[in-house]
């Protein structure tokens, strides 16, 4: 994890058309890369949403990073345990706002679940799962 964060992904800028870039700690210590954007997971954190009772779906931010991560957390859970807490190395920090990553992390990951979150400037938060969305 020290390494990570030693040697983080490329610099976030705003209003760049730059993605936000990512790794996280696999079972097993390997490092796996993570970008946000579209592909196999975003209509996956869409799925969970809507199980879990999110008043507003597509959220936009479906195609973060983070949530990306904790959709296959929940989905990989019953083949390994070892995906119970999971460490990642963002060059942002997560986004916010009643949409946001800060709030839907912990709706999108399982109870007893946690993803711990690492960022620029010092950034950390360790987000729990098991949470109902703010209003049903």
């Not at 592909?39 to 195609?63: F, Y």
């Not at 990989?76 to 807490?85: C, K, L, S, T, V």
Request: charged share 25%; proline share 10%.
């Amino acid at each position: 994890m020290e390494e990570l964060r030693r040697e983080p992904p490329p610099t976030f800028e705003r209003n760049t058309g730059r993605k936000t870039h990512g790794r996280w700690i696999a079972p097993g210590g390997s490092a796996q890369p993570a970008v946000s954007g579209h592909d196999e997971w975003t209509p996956k954190v869409n799925e969970i949403l809507a199980d879990q009772g999110c008043p507003r779906l597509p959220v936009a931010t479906s195609a973060d990073v983070e949530l990306k991560l904790a959709a296959r957390m929940r989905v990989q859970r019953a083949d390994d345990p070892a995906m119970r807490h999971v460490s990642l190395v963002l060059n942002r920090a997560p986004c916010e706002g009643t949409l946001g990553c800060d709030k839907l992390l912990p709706v999108v990951l399982p109870e007893g679940y946690t993803l711990s979150v690492y960022g620029p400037n010092g950034y950390y938060e360790k987000f729990s799962g098991g949470k109902s969305p703010w209003r049903r």
